[in-house]
């Protein structure tokens, strides 16, 4: 027997209570003497043996109430109150259901092999084992979160589990299985944990290079004192010869696009085999449906390449659009990809201006670089009727307001802030921007003359903390116009704002030209990202990130007077890509992260419509919405495993569907098994044993019987004792006061 709060055990000494009062109670009774009372003891003193008797059992079982109760209170485990059998081995079985699992092989796939070797182990249990099931790809995931008893009924509930499982396209992540397999709180005390992993072989999943990490799993459990030891059981898989393709992912120049829109689609396909992979087409679809296809080249053995597609949608809408690679390889799973794309009719932007109107340069350029039209824009209102379409040609529809009425306008209704040659906006303003950017909205701040450099420091620098990242220094005036001061480089295309500008064959900044603009005070070691560089390297854009938004500080504003940037041919596609990188926080997020939540807000409902999730295994969960007064938000957490997501929101009689996708790690492709050193230090650091299959085979423990829970038995026995208690006491009282009132009476 073993006690859960065995401190309780310390008020044992309390059931003497009752016995110290019966004798206490005894000590001072004072005997009287009275002539007449010699009669009436002769006429009760026959029923007293039997009173004696009574009143010592009422005393036992006052003495027992007491004890049932404190020993009810340290909660004792006793053995033999149940048939069930103790778990006295907690065996956590991780199964790898990686994408790498759904190679093929004589005799059908991996996870066909690992599935077998698992169904043989769970077979091979014995009653006295608990077992548990986890997944180990962007795992840990439960399958089986519960110890159940490896006994005939427990091992039915498990081979059915595993015969329904399949490869997915996620990456395994042995080392945080195995972190909460060894922090699972311990059953019983003295049962040992085994974990097994059931496993192919390859490098991807083990974090070998993270030895630190796997020195310090070793340590903690140590330091926990329990019994926990971990297998490896690799299948017999042949060695992955032959050309493998990949896409590795699909990207899109537009994540929010307008009606009518070209978005151009690139496909990154990489040769993860061992040989080249001859020519191939990839198909092209948009919500499951062909719309073209790309041929693709010859690609060498590890050798990446690149596909493009361009399409133009012709209705709004949330549009799933995959590229699958024609190609039989080594891997299926790992043939296709794709990207989730918005289109819309229009991205609001604010433009605050230091002069109200579009008949100043700057803002006649900003119009211009947006398609705006005041006269379009005034047809557009009269033909707001659901069914005509818009004569917008831009996706970014500006409003145009003075600085003085930045403070009332409800900026959080619009995706990105254009503040055309900054001049003087409040500071009730200025932090009104600030909230604006740190949940998530897009700023774009043009300096202009009409700058305080001492009050900009300390409204939009603010030591650091502001949403400028550095401190505006002094005016530069190149003195020759051909110098490397007065020119724009060309920027580098790696980055989703600089892309398409920075091809110089087809576009000029290059040839961009400054007349002058401010300069910043970069301290010594601070990392920047500069979107634009003078030929000098001074910063002529930079990026910033604050909370969840983006900012980017440029130096000048766009009159001619400044630069002829706006009258170059670059400044309309830069305009549009510096847009697009700064309305992304503010849109709905569509192609998400492993285990990056999905949240998508609607304007109207009750919070009874709740939503279906589809998963990419096809399993089906409720989501709930949350009213919080402008809407209904749907927030989805469930998105651990790589690939296409859909949410079925009603819409009254109706329901709308919504596609996202997950993205894959590219580096599950890769079938390089893992190295024999690679296991050695495995081995030394972590106490992971790689060993053979004979290990399978090694004796169950013998069955014994369970730590059952004694408490609610001493409950149930104290009642029925306080019971009887009563009944007795209530019994004495009244045979010996009646006996007397009766005797005296008579």
């Known amino acids: 027997m073993t006690f859960l709060n065995a401190m309780f055990l310390t008020a044992l000494p309390l059931v003497a209570v009752p016995i110290v009062l019966h004798l206490l109670r005894r000590r001072q009774r004072q005997v009287v003497s009275w002539g007449a009372m010699q009669f ?70 991996v996870s066909d092999a690992i599935r077998n070797r698992v169904r043989q182990f769970v077979e091979e249990r014995g009653g006295g084992e608990g077992v548990r099931l986890m997944l180990a790809a962007e795992g840990p995931r439960w399958l089986v979160e519960q110890p159940i008893p490896a006994d005939a009924a427990g091992k039915r509930q498990l081979l059915a589990a595993v015969d329904g499982l399949k490869p997915t396209r996620g990456a395994a992540n042995f080392l945080n299985c195995l972190r909460l397999a060894s922090s699972l709180e311990a059953g019983e005390e003295g049962t040992v944990r085994r974990v097994v992993i059931f496993t192919d072989g390859q490098a991807k999943g083990w974090a070998v290079e993270s030895r630190g990490v796997w020195a310090r799993l070793r340590s903690a459990i140590e330091q926990s004192k329990r019994n926990i030891r971990c297998e490896v059981v690799a299948v017999d898989v042949p060695p992955a010869v032959g050309a493998n393709l990949s896409i590795d992912r699909v990207l899109s120049s537009r994540q929010v696009a307008g009606e009518g829109e070209m978005v151009t689609f690139t496909a990154q396909i990489t040769n993860t085999g061992t040989a080249d992979a001859p020519p191939s087409t990839v198909v092209w679809s948009i919500d499951g449906k062909r719309q073209g296809e790309t041929d693709v080249p010859q690609v060498g053995a590890r050798q990446t390449t690149k596909v493009q597609w361009r399409w133009s949608f012709e209705r709004r809408g949330v549009c799933d659009v995959s590229a699958t690679v024609d190609s039989a390889d080594l891997l299926a799973l790992d043939n296709d990809a794709g990207v989730v794309i918005d289109i819309v009719e229009a991205v609001p932007v604010l433009v605050l201006v230091p002069e109200a109107g579009l008949e100043t340069e700057e803002n006649s350029f900003l119009a211009a670089a947006l398609s705006y039209d005041a006269d379009k824009k005034d047809k557009d209102k009269e033909k707001q009727n659901g069914n005509v379409k818009s004569e917008w040609s831009s996706l970014y529809h500006p409003t145009f307001i003075h600085f003085s009425e930045a403070e009332k306008e409800t900026i959080a209704h619009y995706h990105a802030v254009i503040v055309s040659s900054l001049g003087e906006l409040s500071p009730a303003a200025v932090e009104k921007l600030s909230a604006y950017v740190r949940e998530g909205g897009g700023l774009w701040l043009m300096l ?19 949403l400028c990242p550095v401190p505006l220094s002094s005016l530069v005036r190149p003195a020759d116009r051909d110098s490397a001061e007065a020119a724009i480089h060309p920027p580098a295309g790696d980055h989703p704002t600089t892309a398409v500008i920075a091809d110089t064959d087809r576009l000029d900044i290059d040839r961009v030209r400054l007349r002058r603009y401010h300069s910043f005070i970069r301290q010594p070691g601070q990392e920047l990202t500069p979107l634009l560089e003078s030929g000098l390297g001074a910063p002529l854009a930079l990026l910033h990130h604050v909370g969840k938004g983006r900012v980017i500080v440029q130096a000048y504003p766009l009159r001619t007077d400044w630069t002829d940037l706006a009258i170059s041919k670059s400044f309309v596609v830069m305009v549009q890509d510096w847009l697009a990188y700064l309305t992304q926080p503010a849109a709905t997020r569509f192609n998400l992260a492993a285990r990056e939540p999905f949240i998508y807000q609607r304007e109207s409902g009750t919070e009874e419509e709740q939503a279906e999730l589809t998963l990419p295994d096809g399993l089906k969960i409720a989501v709930k919405p949350i009213d919080r007064g402008d809407g209904l938000v749907y927030r989805v957490a469930a998105t651990g495993l790589p690939g296409r997501y859909r949410l079925r929101i009603p819409a009254g009689k109706e329901s709308r569907e919504l596609p996202f996708r997950v993205s894959r790690s590219a580096a599950e492709s890769d079938l390089t098994p893992l190295g024999s050193d690679d296991k050695a230090m495995l081995l030394d650091t972590a106490g992971v044993r790689f060993d053979g299959p004979g290990d399978l085979s090694e004796a169950a423990p013998p069955a014994v019987a369970r730590l059952e829970p004694a408490w609610w038995p001493l409950l149930i026995a104290m009642v029925c004792l306080m019971v009887a208690e009563s009944l007795l006491a209530t019994r004495v009282s009244r045979g010996r006061f009646g006996s007397v009132i009766a005797a005296a009476t008579t």
Do not use: C, K, Y
Request: no cysteine; hydrophobic share 40%; glycine share 8%.
């Open 448 to 466: 202009g003359s009409q700058i305080d450099r001492d009050e900009f420091n300390r409204r939009w620098h603010s030591n650091g903390t502001g």
């Open 40 to 109: 009436l003891t002769d006429a009760v003193s026959d029923g007293r043996r039997f009173d004696r008797v009574e009143e010592w059992l009422l005393l036992a079982l006052r003495t027992t109430v007491l004890l049932a109760l404190v020993l009810a209170l340290a909660r004792p485990l006793v053995r033999g109150l149940s048939p069930q059998t103790a778990v006295v081995e907690d065996v956590v079985v991780v199964i790898d259901d990686s994408l790498s699992t759904d190679r093929s092989m004589p005799g059908g796939q």
